[in-house]
């Protein structure tokens, strides 16, 4: 499978390593040739996990690597997109007039990226259809260590994934799973981004270990920083994520929280006894900034904040949650319940389940793109009567 990873974060590292080693064709690409400079200087990624420690060859028959956007998906039949939802915006606006035919787009995790991606696409003119997903964490716990080494403490085991549109989800999945067997399919993208583990682990970690994170140079949120109060508070907070999924009908497994630290629960997404793998590395003992680390700036104002927002749209109830992002924008001052991934920023808000529901699944959301800005059209100008697309097969005239 020809796969392009994009990012430089603790996840592009480790996809780009396992994808690689699985025999797949990987092409990595980052905004700046330079920030390949330490891997290219050596000529490989040192890669450490549970099998032991490897190199795998950068360029010279290994990872492809580039900073142009366009080659690097040109062949790609599965793009993969670990990055922190807030850069989502910038890199579907750059992406989207590059996406062909077929293609598969996956955000581990997206927090309803796909939509953003679907809207980028729709808004460039490139016809192409593509089905983008995504699921509910990392396919790794992984820390990289300076530009050319990536510990990974462990690997997904399930990853719950929805598409968005949902048609296309048999085409999507099926072409996943020959990068990512342990997929399985949830309902659509929204389904997807409800199951999104980082805005509930994270936010009551950064926000009741604030003393202690502003104190110490260094601090394990999921060691001493995960204490019984804590945990109950994790607990209420993933009950309400739940009792949402459940009021808008989504099916079990919900994967609850509490088998991340069980070690004879149902298996979680990184599988049974997780928790101890992630503490027992040490490899989450660090320096977070609660004004600028992405625990912050994604799990709280971007993916919190989607939760709220969406429990807010079904009436039920999110009051944990809610108290969080009031806590949240005490301490950086900014509003943390009304960023650009709420339902109302997304121009979401009006529609009921039903039609939710089945925009997700036919892609009739983009009577949304057309319309959230009266003043101009989405599709831009000159492109409606018969925008030309690159396609793996050449190029074709989409549709007037």
Known sequence: MKVCVIGGGHGAYAAAAELTENDHHVTWWRREQSAFDALTSVGHLDIKDHRGARRITVDGGGISVTSDLRDAVAAADVIVIPIPAFAHDDLATALAPHLQDGQVVYLPPGSFGSFIFARALHDSGNPADVAFAETGTLPYLARKYGESRVVVSGYATRLPTGVFPARHTDRALATLTEVYPSVERVEHALSGALMNAGPIIHPPLILMNAGPLEHFPAWDIHNEGTQDSIRRVTSALDAERIAVRRALGYSAPHFPLADHYSAAGDEWMYGNAAHEKLTDSGDWREKIDLHTHRYMTEDVEIGLALLSSVGHWASV???????????????????????????????????????????????????????????RRAHGPGNRGGARVRTRRGVRRGPP
């Open 317 to 375: 109830p999110t009051p944990v949650a809610d108290g969080l992002l009031a806590l949240a924008g005490a301490i950086t001052g900014r509003a943390t319940g009304t960023g650009g991934r709420t339902l109302e920023a997304l121009g979401l808000s009006d529609l009921d389940r039903d039609s939710m529901s089945d925009s997700c699944g036919t892609d009739s959301l983009g009577d949304h793109f057309e319309c959230r800005d009266s003043g």
